[in-house]
Antibody, heavy 119, light 106 residues
Framework: QVHLVESGGGVVQPGKSLRLSCAAS????????MHWVRQAPGKGLEWVAV????????YYANSVKGRFTISRDNSRNTMYLQMDSLRAEDTAMYYC????????????WGQGTLVTVSS | DIQMTQSPSTLSASVGDSVTITCRAS??????LAWYQQKPGKAPKLLIY???NLESGVPSRFSGSGSGTEFTLAISNLQPDDFATYYC?????????FGQGTEVEI
């Protein structure tokens, strides 16, 4: 059974950094692209970043480009999101999600980790 | 960037009704369109991928159609468990975008 567990969220001051983790189990992690998606309180879903199954390619939403870095460690079945220069508008629930092979859909999601950027 | 516009934003319905949600893309996305259901406090759940393909385990009362720039999610025989928020999502050249969501309420 596919299982994704996010961790690393918390309260952080504007301008500071935070690193999120997503631990995967129940499938061959190294065969799948992985995504981060966020949701501000009371708002809709916003795609954040994707990393290819072998980490050869990474793509970001314009809103986080240059501040966030996605990475993965296939030996640990874990994906990361390094978030630097955090802003109040980055406050959100951050979900990791599995790429659904050739469908370009996100077929399994974790339960999320909450990031609050506040002084 | 491609923009996704969902309508309506809110939809009032009753158990047993059939409802339709529309998603329009600002430019053609072929059939790279997915639909998700999200309940309060929960992660989204994939319902439909590639515009019309039902994800495994999703009830057949959900169906998707469309291509190019206009897509629809139809739910027939609405059940109490279906009252939720629905999002469309497009893929185009290494970018994924969600619609703003449609809340289906009683």
């Amino acid at each position: 059974q596919v299982h994704l567990v996010e961790s690393g969220g918390g309260v952080v001051q504007p301008g500071k950094s935070l690193r999120l983790s997503c631990a995967a189990s129940g499938f061959t992690f190294s065969n799948h692209g992985m995504h981060w998606v966020r949701q501000a309180p009371g708002k809709g879903l916003e795609w954040v970043a994707v990393i290819w199954y072998d980490a050869t390619d990474k793509y970001y939403a314009n809103s986080v480009k240059g501040r966030f870095t996605i990475s993965r460690d296939n030996s640990r079945n874990t994906m990361y999101l390094q978030m630097d220069s955090l802003r109040a508008e980055d406050t959100a629930m951050y979900y990791c999600a599995r790429g659904g092979g050739g469908t370009n859909a996100l077929d399994y999601w974790g339960q999320g980790t909450l990031v609050t950027v506040s002084s | 960037d491609i923009q996704m516009t969902q309508s309506p934003s809110t939809l009032s319905a009753s158990v047993g009704d059939s409802v339709t949600i529309t998603c329009r893309a600002s430019q053609s996305i072929s059939d790279w369109l997915a639909w998700y259901q999200q309940k309060p406090g929960k992660a989204p759940k994939l319902l439909i991928y590639k515009a019309s393909n039902l994800e495994s385990g999703v009830p057949s009362r959900f169906s998707g159609s469309g291509s190019g720039t206009e897509f629809t999610l139809a739910i027939s025989n609405l059940q109490p468990d279906d009252f939720a928020t629905y999002y469309c999502q497009q893929y185009d050249v290494y970018s994924w975008t969600f619609g703003q969501g449609t809340e289906v309420e009683i």
